[in-house]
């Protein structure tokens, strides 16, 4: 557990020793692309940590990988397509890195290297403040980049298409959203985005919107809206829609975020890009209320998450008066970023590598989930990357 305490301890101590040094410097953007670099490492060559996901990717990529070695290139006849119907680029993401190697851990290495590159080029353009954005990043998001790979990289791709957002560039927008889309086909609840008025709204209706969609979200109301749309994709639905009661994490997610935002709303500039960050911001803690008793449905507001990070980062630090309010959301972050450790406990320590083989001790992820005990025997059992040869 020390290891991701000291993580965080890092990533402040780099805000704070770099937070005389203005905005976006050559020396916050090489902050950023190391400390980047650094939690890339660190998700993606962790051994299957952070649930039971990984051991569902693992699986149908081997399969996959197989498949390739057996000369059937068709992305439509793969495992993963048999498990995602409808998310072809996932499909033929899978294929391409099967022709690379047969082995999950590259593949899920890869796969995270691609996240955090992703992740650099959006915080990099929508934050003016690099390393405060990441504390907040390790509060609000970096745990569920070890497990939720498929989601987190259709987010990521996702907000790359948040530019053309900003430069009302339909078109484009539209080709990014639908490689996230044939990812992770949950990146559908981006779209509206869009065609939303850049514009700052009044505060009051802002407030009038959020109790209706808390008040909705109490009624059962997401659920039924979910059973529709499992007559187009009935897997995902059955999971957002499954009820666990009251969230009581959602709420105080979204309140606190809410009123921030709306408290420090007159210095929000009416640049379009401040704006429509700063709506996505508002959107994030919408659904959040919105699916407040679902299992599931708040990994919904992923893919509005970089309004929250831009946004806040905006408010702590575009002025140097804003020390003590940036000094709160550190304390927050930290919360959040401890809550989610705690709560995961051994699914995420002791911390262990795919560098040295066999598994951790009672492990009750791996006890249920592990479909290939050969990898306890050894990890690089199947190819490690292909050289024109198969595997077999």
Known sequence: MLL???????????????????????????ALFAMLFFLAIIVGISDMLGGYDRYIYGELFDDTADMVSDGIYNFALTPVAAEYTKEYGYQIYNVLIGTITDN???????????????????????????????????GLWFFFSFTYLRQVMGATIAWLSVRYIIKRDLKRFLLVWFIAWS??????????MYFLPVRKFDRQKVIIVMILAFILGMSGGPSALFSAYGEVDSERAGSVANETGFRIAYFIEAVFFLFVIL??????????????????????????????????????????????????????TYSRKNKM????????????????????G??????????????????PVEIQYEYDHNYDRDKFYRTVFKLGKPSK
């Open 4 to 30: 991701y305490y000291l993580i965080f301890v890092i990533a402040v101590a780099t805000y704070y020793s770099s937070a005389g040094d203005g905005i976006r410097t050559p020396k916050q953007r090489f």
């Open 104 to 138: 999950r851990y590259i593949f899920i290495f890869i796969t995270t290297c691609i996240i955090y590159v992703l992740l650099y080029q959006s915080i990099k353009d929508y934050c003016i403040n690099y390393p405060f954005a990441i504390i907040l990043f390790l």
């Open 325 to 344: 309010f940036a000094n709160i959301i550190v304390v927050v972050s930290f919360l959040l970023f401890n809550r989610i450790l705690t709560l995961w």
């Open 263 to 316: 408290k420090r709303y007159n210095e929000i500039p009416l640049k379009n890009a401040n704006v429509v960050l700063m709506n996505m911001a508002l959107v994030f803690c919408l659904i959040l209320l919105f699916f407040i008793k679902s299992e599931n449905g708040g990994r919904l507001s992923w893919y509005y998450m970089i309004g929250v990070i831009s946004t806040i980062t905006y408010l702590c």
């Open 183 to 192: 990812f992770h086909n949950s990146a559908l609840v981006l779209l509206p």
């Open 346 to 363: 051994i699914m995420l320590y002791p911390y262990k590598t795919f560098f040295t083989n066999g598994f951790r001790k009672d492990d």
